[in-house]
């Protein structure tokens, strides 16, 4: 776009008087004779600048009434997203929703018809690029993603003010345990301050959501009794991550306590999946083996692999949605509750942990390539031995049901991950 001072000039050349001037000559004496009478010459000085001062106060008023348009125009965008197009549907906040979890179930929701509208900030955690594909993704399915942070206020509340959304499924967060060694104000700002900004907003909203959010198999920490039930302790986080999380759990009971918000905390096992985020191993690993580069595998002390309770995506949306759909309702309005509300938590795993070693056998076998493997001993940056979900609690209460084992759902991964960057699986093999 042209700046105004651009287009000025090309309507008013900088040296106006020169030019007609100079035409004046050529065509018309009399004309020429008319410029050269000082009088006159303040005459049409006068002219040009009530000309300008015209055509600016024209501009500013353009310009107003377009950002009044725009604005408009982005109010409507947010009520038609957020509006359910069956009957009884929902209609949800995802934060996060550019995220890997997030837009997986954005787009799980919509399916069935309810509403959702998107916040997420894009950052540069990982490549924002991906992101920026899940949100065109997510737009083709009609899925607004407002561009903005947690923390902005004044944001939450205009978008509560616009939507009476029944649920917030709170899944924007700082990921990542080993991130925290490096930027650990960057957990507090997404996990602790974003997370009483959601509350705030949420609680003063009427109607009041119910909450539903990404907790973390993580807050079990040096827990080493197998498998992790929801009862067993977990006041002993191994990170900074894990601390942020924990502290989440409080602070959301502390929301359902007072101000009677309905709060579901799904502690999440190492989700994985198509789409999903760059920085957890199994996902670089694939980029590893495929540009030929060796991976560091870390084992736990005695030569211990270690093992995660690997999840699959799909079996990670349906367990959020059960949630969202068994939620009971906040109690609050106007900042004061009526009565109880469910405080609930949930272990979302898979059961059945698979140790590193095993995962890259897979990774080998779908990507028909051979991993180079550097074993490293895992120094103590945050990363626990091994996580193994109880889901006997979310079997009960939310049907929850993982369908997905790690072998199926990496060639799910796999395939998506060539078919994405565009390798030719074809030209490896012979490698
Ligand atoms: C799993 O959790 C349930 C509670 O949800 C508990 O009753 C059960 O004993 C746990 N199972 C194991 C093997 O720890």
């Not at 993603?145 to 499924?169: E, M, Q, T, W």
Request: charged share 20%; glycine share 8%.
């Amino acid at each position: 776009m042209r700046s105004v001072k651009e287009q000025e000039e090309e309507l008013f050349p900088s040296t106006p008087g020169k030019v007609k001037i100079e035409r004046a000559h050529g065509i018309n004496r009399q004309f020429h004779r008319c410029f050269a009478s000082t009088s006159t010459m303040f005459l049409w000085a006068l002219f040009l600048i009530t000309l300008t001062a015209s055509y600016l106060s024209f501009q500013s008023f353009v310009s107003t009434s377009s950002r009044f348009l725009s604005s408009s125009a982005w109010d409507r965008q947010i009520r038609e997203s957020a509006a359910p197009v069956r009957s009884q549907g929902l209609s949800v906040l995802v934060t996060g929703a550019a995220g890997f979890v997030g837009s997986h179930c954005s787009l799980a929701l919509r399916k069935r018809g309810d509403g959702v509208v998107g916040l997420d900030n894009f950052n540069s955690y990982y490549d924002p690029s991906l992101k920026r594909a899940r949100q065109a993704l997510l737009s083709r399915s009609s899925i607004f993603v407002v561009d903005g942070d947690l923390n902005d206020r004044r944001l939450l509340s205009k978008l509560f003010s616009l939507a009476p959304f029944s649920h917030v499924l709170h899944l924007a967060a700082q990921a990542g345990v080993r991130y925290a060694v490096e930027n650990p104000s960057s957990y507090v700002h997404s996990n602790i301050a974003g997370l009483v900004a959601l509350l705030e907003a949420a609680r003063s909203a009427d109607p009041q959501p119910a909450v539903i959010w990404a907790s973390s198999s993580s807050v079990y920490g040096l827990n080493d009794k197998s498998p992790f039930s929801e009862s067993d302790r977990t006041d002993r986080p191994a990170s900074l991550y894990a601390a942020t999380k924990k502290a989440g759990e409080a602070i959301t009971h502390t929301y359902n306590h007072i101000y009677g918000l309905s709060i579901t905390g799904l502690r999440f096992f190492t989700v994985y999946g198509p789409m999903g985020r760059p920085d957890m191993a199994y996902f670089s690993f694939t980029k590893a083996i495929l540009a030929g580069k060796p991976i560091t595998i870390y084992r736990g002390k005695n030569r211990a692999d270690l093992a995660r309770d690997f999840t699959y995506i799909d079996d990670i949306v349906r367990g959020c949605i059960a949630s969202l759909d068994t939620a009971g309702e906040s109690t609050g309005t106007g900042g004061k509750k009526s009565g109880p509300a469910p405080y609930r938590i949930f272990n979302l795993g898979n059961t059945s942990p698979v140790t590193v070693p095993t995962l890259v056998s897979i990774l080998e076998k779908h990507l028909r390539l051979k991993a180079k493997k550097k074993l490293v001993e895992m120094p103590g940056n945050g990363d626990v031995p091994f996580t193994h979900a109880n889901i006997s609690l979310a079997m009960a209460e939310l049907g929850y049901k993982p369908t997905t084992n790690l072998e199926t759902g990496l060639k799910k991964f796999v395939k998506w991950y060539l078919s994405y960057y565009g390798h030719s699986r074809g030209r490896k093999t012979n490698l």
